[in-house]
């Protein structure tokens, strides 16, 4: 079974039919995945620019990462099952839509960079400058903003992009 | 000249005509505006935490706010000009749509919200800066803050879904 044949199959299905038909829910859904996005834009903000030396400097940043990061997990989840839920309820405009996919890509490289470049930094033995990869810290936390950004303009694109 | 041949105008200028009719420079101009506002309510998110007595990087109420400000008012003054320029490539359309104007609403009452906290409990965050929790006059500017912006999110979305946008 391909992608078009899967897309037409859960489209068929009860709670995609659903989803579409009670008037709320995808606007609703589609709002709470906003507010989502912007937790992930102020956690991504406050770590990211600490990282690259630019915000909160006095502060350590393990204790910038240990605050901001749970929300910005909390907040990638929240955007996974209301993103979901847009994709049972209308599988064509998502699943069959090469913006969507390209965003897909791009929300995996973000989550890759964030677990490779944070998780370590709350071990409160690491040190940053001693770290293997110390160099590419700065630009590293500077990529993952502009892929932040990126994931949220492609999520506007898809709607173009049928 | 009548407050609809007003708006009609808008719509029919050189900018209105251009971002209505450019191939993609109304999605441009929109997922700026997106981005815009996600950014702001992200930011602003941290601090109005911080005014219900949920502390953020530091414990301190008023450097934390020096640390945000300036990325909240950037993207606000840059949500506004993309709003403004959304607004006129469909001018009469977006005043006849009621969650623009419930939107219009609440980003006063969050502005007036703001206004209030600044000119009442921030001049006196010397005494609370690192109190939690902290006095009940940041604590509900804290919560309407959150609230309105929220809703101004919501309701933003729900432009696009609503007549006579649909």
Known sequence: ????????????????????????????????????????????????????????????????????????????????????????????????????????????????LTLLFRLPILNPEFRIEHGRWAKMVKPMAWASLLIWIAVVYCGRWIAYAI | MTWNDFLESVSNSALGTAIREGATTFAWIEGTHVLMVTTVLGTIAIVDLRLLGYPAHRRGAKQLIKDMLPFTWGAFVLAVITGLAL????????????????????LFLAGLNMAVFHLTAYRRIAEWDDLLPPPIMARVAGITSLGLWILVAFLGRWIGFSAPMV
């Not at chain 1, 240990?66 to 405009?93: D, F, Q, S, Y």
């Open chain 2, 87 to 106: 607004f006129a490539s469909n001018a009469l359309n977006y005043w006849d749509s009621n969650p623009f104007r419930w939107k219009m609403i609440a």
């Open chain 1, 1 to 112: 079974m391909n992608m078009r044949e899967a897309a037409a199959q859960l489209y068929r299905t009860a709670v995609s039919t659903e989803i579409r038909e009670v008037t709320w829910v995808i606007p609703t859904v589609q709002s709470i995945h906003i507010v989502a996005i912007a937790v992930v834009l102020g956690s991504a903000i406050v770590t990211d620019l600490r990282l690259a030396g630019v915000l909160a400097t006095d502060e350590t940043p393990r204790t910038v990462v240990r605050r901001h990061l749970p929300w910005m997990w909390g907040a990638l989840l929240v955007l996974l099952a209301t993103g979901i839920i847009m994709a049972v309820g209308e599988p064509n405009r998502v699943l069959m839509n090469n913006v969507f996919w390209l965003k897909m890509s791009l929300v995996l490289f973000a989550f890759v």
